[in-house]
């Protein structure tokens, strides 16, 4: 999972959120991504976390990934999680129509309720498309609330990992055209606080 | 394990998330204290950044020195206790760390509050009954009002025999000097803050606190405390922390939640005497279970565990076995619950214990808890059979107050410093009132009282006493300045004085290596420390820091430290280290009109800096005026008490009542630069 543990060095990191209904593959779309793994998840418990380091554009990039439970009862905690998150993916299965509507009704409200940051990106991702015979939910419909949200959209299959990588290259391109987004959230104002009060920080490392 | 619960699995996972976002805010305050942080407090700024060990790492795992690293061994056991599933593991470790802990503290609340899942009535019947054991036991331990006034006015007493033994014209001098030194004494306002300017997000409690039950927050409390004593731990994990017991820093931590859940912390500390007596008597079962067994191993634990003498051993084993269950006030606190305790025992404490130690495939867990707790008064107060190790004359631990061994699950160890006969050596440090198990050091008391008594004297001198009239227009440190032009007759008589100083500067530097050692060895019992000390004796405590800082990277043992007319420089000691090694508050009370602090130190203080006279700036230290109420050196002996009362130390964030002003003109003149 960690295979880049020795990069110490990257130009930015990134904070990106996986939202949805619970069972819709949000977990098993990061363990796709990070570990190019597919199995059978338990529903997550309140907040999972996963590191990735990728490059791309020549950027070096530190990916830190908030996965988020579906459970209503966890509602409550995720809240807390939109907070300067540059990258928001919302996640649904495309063969239960339900997690779809949910997007307008809770999830989409949930974004603009929570997040601290008007332009961070966000992406529509429908999971599953591996049971195309189950599909509930057309792609047409998925573009057409991307367009109208103002969303990227893109269909995977966590299982398949047909698209996964996609997904997430795609929502970090458009995090990167972004220069308010890098601003912010990037490790260049964190080494600026670090200066602000480096008596501190190096004493500490040095006592010990 | 997951029956014997009070709580539901989902307020498991909240309570988990609170404590670990508690530990690392905790740490965070070691070196920016509540209300100390930028004004404006406003979120993402400097003052809400991890506390960095140097490298600007974005996530926990890279950063082994926080708290909440798995490497510290103090958040992981507390997960596994709770039985919350490896899986969330990270992210509650990541959530703790990274991020602000205001936004998520309400948002775990709520999920505290609002989960009623499961088995729901059974639950809060259980939870009921263990908040009504709770406040039974609390009120049995606050102290009845007419034993305190006994107290008052036994302090009073001695106070009187103190000022009437130093009847001098010293505090004449010095109060006098008090009213010309504005520009000191109205800095204090600034230097502690009151209580209304600390941050208002963490003195206030959370909105979402109001949701919460008071009975679940005590259930959440004592659940995770027991967690907190438990303290299993997977063999194979390289966890820093080598001790089992009450570490200091889970209960800063416990302490800060607390806060946040306006919950009075004598309730915790009644909690703590609750999960002692359970934890007890399911040691007395297992000790009994395995003398049968094998007595001989047994036996070569309890050596293994202390290193002093037979007689610390024997007593420590045979009050780890008896223990806080024996002590009568317990017996009757808890006695008056029993019908309620008879379900509750079984519930939370036998059996929730017995359950985890045999998950974990052994009884090491509650055994060395009780181990822990009991053998510290015989720990302590053997210890005057080792004082041959450190080359000190004397050094043995004196029980104040009624509290040991009665399951008190905190330590409080008193050093004075400046001492004309032997009872003050614990007579200042009698009638506070607080709940943990008091002792004070007798150290050296030949070179004290000689040391303490040719000062008095000198400063007594018609001499001294004219210079120092001359003198009390200013401060302690401006006047010693002038004084490079003191008469010959009077710098003649210092030479006595110096020579004896400098031998109980050296005795205290190796009475804080003992005390280290007394701690290193957990002596005490592995429980959390807080060390208070004046004059010589806070140096002491100061050495001893320094000294565990040689070997420790954490503070694991010391809770909080209060020094008094700290007779330590300020830049020629490593105040950053000393830091470290304390888990909670540090608080350094100063007097601008010390005049034998000043007299003493005299030699380095202008260029070193003196904590005992000013302020020792220094992230995490709280440095207290004390001007107002210290008239003299020696009226430390009976003024600390007053001070501690003002310092509020059972409170989380630093406060200092301030005292009235002495005088009106005080605030009236301001100087000129």
């Given at each position: 999972?960690?295979?880049?543990?020795?990069?110490?060095?990257?130009?930015?990191?990134?904070?990106?959120?996986?939202?949805?209904?619970?069972?819709?593959?949000?977990?098993?779309?990061?363990?796709?991504?990070?570990?190019?793994?597919?199995?059978?998840?338990?529903?997550?418990?309140?907040?999972?976390?996963?590191?990735?380091?990728?490059?791309?554009?020549?950027?070096?990039?530190?990916?830190?990934?908030?996965?988020?439970?579906?459970?209503?009862?966890?509602?409550?905690?995720?809240?807390?999680?939109?907070?300067?998150?540059?990258?928001?993916?919302?996640?649904?299965?495309?063969?239960?129509?339900?997690?779809?509507?949910?997007?307008?009704?809770?999830?989409?409200?949930?974004?603009?309720?929570?997040?601290?940051?008007?332009?961070?990106?966000?992406?529509?991702?429908?999971?599953?498309?591996?049971?195309?015979?189950?599909?509930?939910?057309?792609?047409?419909?998925?573009?057409?609330?991307?367009?109208?949200?103002?969303?990227?959209?893109?269909?995977?299959?966590?299982?398949?990992?047909?698209?996964?990588?996609?997904?997430?290259?795609?929502?970090?391109?458009?995090?990167?055209?972004?220069?308010?987004?890098?601003?912010?959230?990037?490790?260049?104002?964190?080494?600026?606080?670090?200066?602000?009060?480096?008596?501190?920080?190096?004493?500490?490392?040095?006592?010990? | 394990?997951?029956?014997?619960?009070?709580?539901?699995?989902?307020?498991?996972?909240?309570?988990?998330?609170?404590?670990?976002?508690?530990?690392?805010?905790?740490?965070?305050?070691?070196?920016?204290?509540?209300?100390?942080?930028?004004?404006?407090?406003?979120?993402?700024?400097?003052?809400?950044?991890?506390?960095?060990?140097?490298?600007?790492?974005?996530?926990?795992?890279?950063?082994?020195?926080?708290?909440?690293?798995?490497?510290?061994?103090?958040?992981?056991?507390?997960?596994?206790?709770?039985?919350?599933?490896?899986?969330?593991?990270?992210?509650?470790?990541?959530?703790?760390?990274?991020?602000?802990?205001?936004?998520?503290?309400?948002?775990?609340?709520?999920?505290?509050?609002?989960?009623?899942?499961?088995?729901?009535?059974?639950?809060?019947?259980?939870?009921?009954?263990?908040?009504?054991?709770?406040?039974?036991?609390?009120?049995?331990?606050?102290?009845?009002?007419?034993?305190?006034?006994?107290?008052?006015?036994?302090?009073?007493?001695?106070?009187?025999?103190?000022?009437?033994?130093?009847?001098?014209?010293?505090?004449?001098?010095?109060?006098?000097?008090?009213?010309?030194?504005?520009?000191?004494?109205?800095?204090?306002?600034?230097?502690?803050?009151?209580?209304?300017?600390?941050?208002?997000?963490?003195?206030?409690?959370?909105?979402?606190?109001?949701?919460?039950?008071?009975?679940?927050?005590?259930?959440?409390?004592?659940?995770?405390?027991?967690?907190?004593?438990?303290?299993?731990?997977?063999?194979?994990?390289?966890?820093?922390?080598?001790?089992?017991?009450?570490?200091?820093?889970?209960?800063?931590?416990?302490?800060?939640?607390?806060?946040?859940?306006?919950?009075?912390?004598?309730?915790?500390?009644?909690?703590?005497?609750?999960?002692?007596?359970?934890?007890?008597?399911?040691?007395?079962?297992?000790?009994?279970?395995?003398?049968?067994?094998?007595?001989?191993?047994?036996?070569?634990?309890?050596?293994?565990?202390?290193?002093?003498?037979?007689?610390?051993?024997?007593?420590?084993?045979?009050?780890?076995?008896?223990?806080?269950?024996?002590?009568?006030?317990?017996?009757?606190?808890?006695?008056?619950?029993?019908?309620?305790?008879?379900?509750?025992?079984?519930?939370?404490?036998?059996?929730?214990?017995?359950?985890?130690?045999?998950?974990?495939?052994?009884?090491?867990?509650?055994?060395?808890?009780?181990?822990?707790?009991?053998?510290?008064?015989?720990?302590?107060?053997?210890?005057?059979?080792?004082?041959?190790?450190?080359?000190?004359?004397?050094?043995?631990?004196?029980?104040?107050?009624?509290?040991?061994?009665?399951?008190?699950?905190?330590?409080?160890?008193?050093?004075?410093?400046?001492?004309?006969?032997?009872?003050?050596?614990?007579?200042?440090?009698?009638?506070?009132?607080?709940?943990?198990?008091?002792?004070?050091?007798?150290?050296?008391?030949?070179?004290?009282?000689?040391?303490?008594?040719?000062?008095?004297?000198?400063?007594?001198?018609?001499?001294?006493?004219?210079?120092?009239?001359?003198?009390?227009?200013?401060?302690?440190?401006?006047?010693?300045?002038?004084?490079?032009?003191?008469?010959?007759?009077?710098?003649?008589?210092?030479?006595?004085?110096?020579?004896?100083?400098?031998?109980?500067?050296?005795?205290?530097?190796?009475?804080?290596?003992?005390?280290?050692?007394?701690?290193?060895?957990?002596?005490?019992?592995?429980?959390?420390?807080?060390?208070?000390?004046?004059?010589?004796?806070?140096?002491?405590?100061?050495?001893?820091?320094?000294?565990?800082?040689?070997?420790?990277?954490?503070?694991?043992?010391?809770?909080?430290?209060?020094l008094l007319g700290a007779p330590i420089s300020i830049q020629d000691e490593n105040w950053k280290a000393a830091r470290k090694m304390v888990a909670g508050r540090f608080v350094n009370a100063y007097s601008t009109n010390d005049w034998t602090l000043g007299f003493a130190f005299r030699a380095s203080m202008f260029s070193k800096g003196l904590a005992g006279i000013q302020p020792a700036d220094f992230p995490g230290i709280e440095n207290v005026n004390v001007t107002e109420l210290i008239e003299g050196h020696s009226s430390y002996l009976w003024a600390t008490h007053d001070i501690l009362d003002r310092l509020e130390l059972d409170t989380y964030y630093p406060t200092f009542r301030i005292p009235p002003p002495r005088n009106s003109e005080n605030s009236s003149s301001k100087k000129s630069p």
């Amino acid at each position: 999972m960690e295979a880049s543990s020795s990069q110490q060095d990257f130009d930015y990191l990134l904070k990106l959120l996986l939202i949805g209904d619970s069972g819709v593959g949000k977990s098993s779309l990061l363990l796709s991504f990070t570990s190019d793994a597919f199995e059978d998840l338990s529903p997550t418990i309140g907040v999972d976390f996963k590191i990735k380091h990728v490059t791309v554009n020549g950027k070096k990039l530190k990916l830190a990934i908030w996965d988020t439970a579906g459970q209503e009862r966890f509602r409550t905690l995720t809240s807390s999680y939109y907070r300067g998150a540059q990258g928001i993916i919302m996640v649904y299965d495309v063969t239960r129509r339900e997690t779809f509507t949910n997007l307008s009704e809770i999830w989409a409200r949930e974004i603009d309720l929570y997040s601290t940051n008007p332009d961070c990106i966000k992406m529509l991702v429908g999971n599953k498309v591996d049971k195309e015979s189950d599909r509930a939910v057309s792609k047409k419909e998925g573009i057409d609330f991307a367009r109208q949200y103002g969303c990227l959209f893109l269909e995977c299959s966590a299982k398949t990992r047909v698209n996964v990588e996609q997904c997430f290259e795609e929502l970090i391109l458009k995090i990167l055209e972004t220069p308010s987004l890098l601003a912010e959230g990037s490790i260049g104002v964190k080494r600026n606080i670090f200066k602000q009060a480096p008596p501190e920080s190096s004493a500490t490392s040095s006592c010990c | 394990m997951a029956t014997t619960s009070f709580l539901s699995p989902t307020q498991r996972y909240g309570a988990g998330a609170l404590f670990a976002l508690a530990l690392h805010q905790a740490q965070m305050h070691q070196t920016r204290p509540l209300g100390m942080l930028d004004p404006d407090g406003e979120d993402d700024g400097p003052g809400e950044e991890r506390p960095s060990s140097g490298s600007s790492s974005d996530s926990v795992s890279e950063d082994p020195d926080l708290w909440v690293h798995e490497n510290s061994g103090l958040l992981l056991p507390v997960f596994r206790f709770l039985d919350i599933d490896k899986v969330a593991w990270l992210g509650l470790e990541e959530t703790a760390g990274s991020s602000p802990a205001k936004h998520h503290v309400g948002a775990f609340l709520r999920l505290l509050a609002e989960d009623t899942s499961v088995n729901s009535s059974e639950s809060s019947d259980q939870q009921l009954a263990l908040s009504k054991a709770i406040d039974s036991l609390t009120l049995s331990m606050e102290t009845n009002p007419a034993s305190s006034k006994s107290k008052k006015e036994k302090h009073q007493e001695y106070e009187n025999e103190c000022r009437e033994k130093l009847s001098t014209n010293e505090a004449k001098v010095n109060s006098e000097a008090t009213v010309t030194m504005p520009e000191t004494s109205s800095t204090s306002n600034i230097e502690s803050p009151s209580p209304d300017l600390t941050c208002a997000f963490e003195e206030e409690p959370v909105e979402e606190v109001k949701m919460l039950s008071y009975e679940r927050k005590l259930a959440v409390l004592y659940e995770l405390l027991t967690a907190c004593l438990a303290d299993i731990r997977d063999n194979d994990k390289k966890s820093a922390r080598r001790r089992k017991g009450y570490d200091a820093r889970h209960r800063v931590a416990l302490r800060l939640l607390a806060t946040w859940l306006d919950i009075n912390w004598v309730k915790m500390e009644a909690i703590e005497m609750m999960v002692a007596c359970s934890a007890m008597a399911v040691a007395k079962e297992k000790e009994k279970e395995e003398e049968s067994q094998s007595p001989k191993s047994s036996w070569a634990k309890w050596k293994r565990g202390g290193i002093i003498g037979a007689a610390a051993l024997t007593g420590g084993a045979l009050l780890a076995i008896t223990g806080g269950l024996a002590a009568p006030a317990i017996a009757a606190g808890l006695s008056a619950l029993a019908p309620t305790l008879g379900t509750l025992i079984p519930v939370i404490g036998a059996s929730g214990f017995a359950a985890v130690a045999s998950a974990a495939g052994t009884v090491a867990g509650s055994v060395a808890v009780a181990a822990s707790f009991g053998a510290a008064g015989a720990g302590l107060t053997g210890t005057k059979m080792a004082r041959r190790i450190g080359s000190v004359d004397e050094f043995e631990f004196k029980a104040i107050g009624e509290n040991q061994n009665q399951g008190r699950l905190a330590v409080e160890i008193l050093v004075s410093g400046f001492v004309f006969d032997e009872e003050d050596f614990v007579r200042p440090w009698e009638g506070q009132s607080d709940n943990l198990e008091r002792y004070a050091i007798q150290w050296e008391s030949k070179n004290l009282i000689s040391v303490s008594t040719a000062i008095q004297d000198w400063l007594t001198s018609r001499i001294a006493m004219e210079l120092m009239k001359q003198g009390a227009m200013m401060t302690v440190l401006s006047t010693l300045l002038t004084a490079l032009a003191w008469p010959a007759a009077l710098l003649a008589a210092t030479d006595f004085i110096d020579s004896k100083w400098t031998i109980a500067l050296d005795r205290s530097e190796k009475a804080g290596k003992l005390l280290a050692e007394v701690l290193r060895k957990g002596l005490h019992g592995n429980r959390p420390v807080t060390l208070i000390g004046f004059s010589l004796g806070a140096r002491v405590i100061f050495k001893c820091l320094e000294v565990l800082a040689e070997t420790e990277h954490t503070a694991e043992f010391v809770e909080r430290v209060v020094l008094l007319g700290a007779p330590i420089s300020i830049q020629d000691e490593n105040w950053k280290a000393a830091r470290k090694m304390v888990a909670g508050r540090f608080v350094n009370a100063y007097s601008t009109n010390d005049w034998t602090l000043g007299f003493a130190f005299r030699a380095s203080m202008f260029s070193k800096g003196l904590a005992g006279i000013q302020p020792a700036d220094f992230p995490g230290i709280e440095n207290v005026n004390v001007t107002e109420l210290i008239e003299g050196h020696s009226s430390y002996l009976w003024a600390t008490h007053d001070i501690l009362d003002r310092l509020e130390l059972d409170t989380y964030y630093p406060t200092f009542r301030i005292p009235p002003p002495r005088n009106s003109e005080n605030s009236s003149s301001k100087k000129s630069p």
